[in-house]
């Protein structure tokens, strides 16, 4: 008997069409798992939405019927924010919608448009630059902007809506306290229309900075536990913070 003959026989390929048939379910199954997860990310995203805007909207609703002073008002734009750091940019526009048109039934349109004006717009603003890992001066300032127009939006709202020019009511205070500031610092001169308009802004600007960078203290810390974290503060804030 020769070498060769001794040798074992080597398996022929098998190219049978059950081969390619094997292979083809294999790669059917594959591809069944992965299309349901991505099924899933609509629902998810449709429930997460609805969920996190009518959060937002009972935040508001809440506040309004039962004052419980700066407590909530602090987390006004958080839901719609968390929807943006979530789901993108689409997904808050919706929950803004959303929340407006559920507290539009709730409490009706001219308090849902109070609402609407700005805080929902300021999820979305404030989503967007944490999003982006914008610094905390830049969206804190953005935010200032947006919540001082949002005051003003106010004003000219329910000036129309009680025939009444509110801003009057906003210089008779300022001018109270500005006096006050005249005579502690013993200046006997009578502070001008000008002047009190100009410190009825600046009072209004420094008012919705304070409150951004508290809403941006308690993002911070309410986000990380959530597992969809902002931008870090800083660094003379954690410091702060670790006190």
């Known amino acids: 008997m020769s070498i060769l003959n001794s040798l074992p026989d080597e398996p022929e390929e098998n190219s049978s069409p059950e081969s390619h048939n094997s292979l083809n379910q294999d790669l059917d199954q594959q591809e069944q798992l992965k299309q349901p997860q991505l099924k899933v990310d609509a629902p998810l995203r ?3 939405t609805a ?9 508001w609703f809440i506040n309004f019927y039962f004052p419980l002073g700066p407590v909530l008002r602090i987390f006004f734009p958080v839901p719609i924010a968390l929807v943006y750091l979530r789901w993108g940019k689409r997904a808050s526009w919706m929950a803004a919608v959303t929340s407006g048109l559920l507290l539009s039934v709730l409490m009706g349109p001219v308090r849902s448009l109070l609402f609407v004006m700005p805080f929902a717009f300021m999820g979305v603003l404030l989503g967007a630059t944490w999003y982006r890992r914008v610094p905390w001066l830049v969206s804190i300032t ?28 906003v210089i008779n205070q300022v001018t109270e306290l500005t006096e006050w500031i005249f005579l502690r610092l013993g200046l006997l001169a009578t502070p001008s229309v000008f002047v009190i308009q100009i410190g009825a802004i600046a009072l209004i600007v420094i008012n919705n900075f304070i409150y951004l960078f508290i809403v941006h203290l308690a993002a911070w810390l309410l986000l990380d536990r959530l597992g969809n974290p902002i931008p870090r503060p800083p660094n003379w804030v954690q410091v702060l913070m670790d006190y």
């Open 46 to 48: 449709m429930v997460e």
């Open 142 to 169: 953005l935010g200032t902007v947006l919540g001082t127009l949002g005051v003003f939006f106010r004003l000219w709202l329910l000036s129309i809506l009680s025939g009444e020019d509110l801003w009057i009511y």
């Open 51 to 59: 969920f996190l805007a009518s959060a937002a909207s009972l935040i």
